[in-house]
C-alpha cells in the first residue's frame, strides 16, 4: 500500500515536472518570438521606428528616443511598415497647440498637463507657461510602398540637438514649422525637387549658417527663415515666383542677397531689420518692392534697380540709414510712393533719355533736387 502510494506520488512529480518544462519551454518560445519580431522589425526598419507617415507621402513627425542626440536625421524616400507602439511627449507654451497636435496625428487617448513654473533665466527667475502632452502612438502603414513627398506641419519643431537633416529629393513641399527652432544645425540643404517652403519652416535657427535652395522651388512662404542669424549669403534660384510677408525678416547677419529674376514682387517686411545687408542683387524681371520690404537695412549704402521695375511702394526703404545712391535703370519712370525712400538719400540716377519725364513726374516731386543722369554717375 505505501509502495502505491510512493509510486503515485513519483507519477505526479514527474508529470508536474514534464508540464513545468513544456508551459517554460512555451513561455521561452514566446519570448524568442516577440524578440525575433522585435529584432525583425529592427533589421527591416532600423532608421524608422521613430518616424511616422500618413498614407498620402506626408511625412508626419520624428520622436527624439534619445539615443540620436548629436547625430544626422535622414527622412527615407519610400517606406512600407507598422511602427512600434511608443510612449511619447511633447511640450509647447500653448494648451492650444498641443490639442491641434494631437488632431494632426489622430490622436484619441492623450492628456495634457500644465507644467508651467518659475525657471531661472540669467540671475533672476521668471514664470513660463508651458504645456505637455503625453500619449501613446502607434502608426499604421500597410500596402504598397509609399514615396515620401512632405514633411508634415512642425515635424520636427524645437528638436534641437541634431548636425543635420537629410531630405529625399522625392519631398516637393515643406509644411508650416517643419523645421522651427532647431537650433543646433548650421546648415540645411533643401534638395532638388522641392517647390514650396512654407511659412515659419525655419523660424528662429539661430545656429543655422548656410541655406541651400533647390532649382525647383517656386514658393517661399511667410518668415519661412525669419530669424535664422547666422546666414551671411543667401541666394534665391531663378525659379523663385514668390516670397511672402518676413521670409527673410531679422536674417541679423545677412550680407549678400542674390533675388530670383522669376520674383515680379519683393513682398512686404519680406527682407526687412537685416541689419549687416550690404548688397542687393535684383535681377531683371523685379517688378514691385513692397512696403517696408527693406526696412531697417541700416547697412546699404547703395541700390541699383533693374530696368523692369515699375513700383516702389511706401517706406520700402525706411530706416535705411546709409542709403545715399539709388541707381534706376527703368526706360519709363518709375512710380514711387512719396514716403519710398528715406531723406539720406543723396542721389537717385536716371537713364539720361528720361532724364526730364522725371523732373516732371508727380510720383517725384520734392526730390527733384537729387535726381541726376546715369551719365554723370562717378
Known sequence: MEDNKISKAKGLSITLIILAIVVGFGFLIGLAQAADSDKLFQETNPEMQYYFFDENGRFLTYWDNGENNYGDITIPKTYSLTTKKVAMQREASSKSDLTTYAKKLGLEDYTITDISGYVR????????????????????????????????????????????????????TIEYGAFCGTHWHTELIFPEGVESIEQSVCFYNSELKTISLPSTLKYIGSQAFEQCGEVVE??????????????????????????????QTIASYSISWCYKL??????????????????????????????????????????CTSLNKVILNAASVVKIDNDAFPENVEKFYVKDEIYEEYLNSAYWTGLTDKIAKISEMN
Do not use: H
Not at 502632452?133 to 499604421?140: A, G, M, P, Q, S
Open 121 to 172: 533665466s540669467g540671475n533672476s527667475q521668471r514664470y513660463r507657461t508651458r504645456y505637455r502632452i503625453d500619449f501613446e502612438f502607434r502608426k499604421t502603414i500597410t500596402g504598397t510602398k509609399y514615396t515620401t513627398t512632405k514633411i508634415g506641419r512642425e515635424a520636427f519643431r524645437s528638436i534641437s540637438r541634431y548636425r543635420s537633416f537629410n531630405i529625399p529629393n522625392t519631398v516637393k
Open 234 to 263: 543667401l541666394i534665391l534660384p531663378d525659379s523663385v515666383e514668390t516670397i511672402s510677408w518676413s521670409s527673410f525678416n531679422r536674417m541679423t547677419k545677412l550680407e549678400t542677397l542674390t533675388l530670383s529674376a522669376n520674383l
Open 278 to 319: 550690404k548688397t542687393v542683387n535684383f535681377k531683371e524681371g523685379n517688378r514691385t518692392i513692397g512696403e517696408k520690404a527693406f526696412e531697417d537695412c541700416t547697412a546699404l549704402e547703395e541700390v541699383n534697380l533693374p530696368s523692369t521695375l515699375t513700383t516702389i511702394k511706401s517706406k520700402a526703404f525706411d530706416g
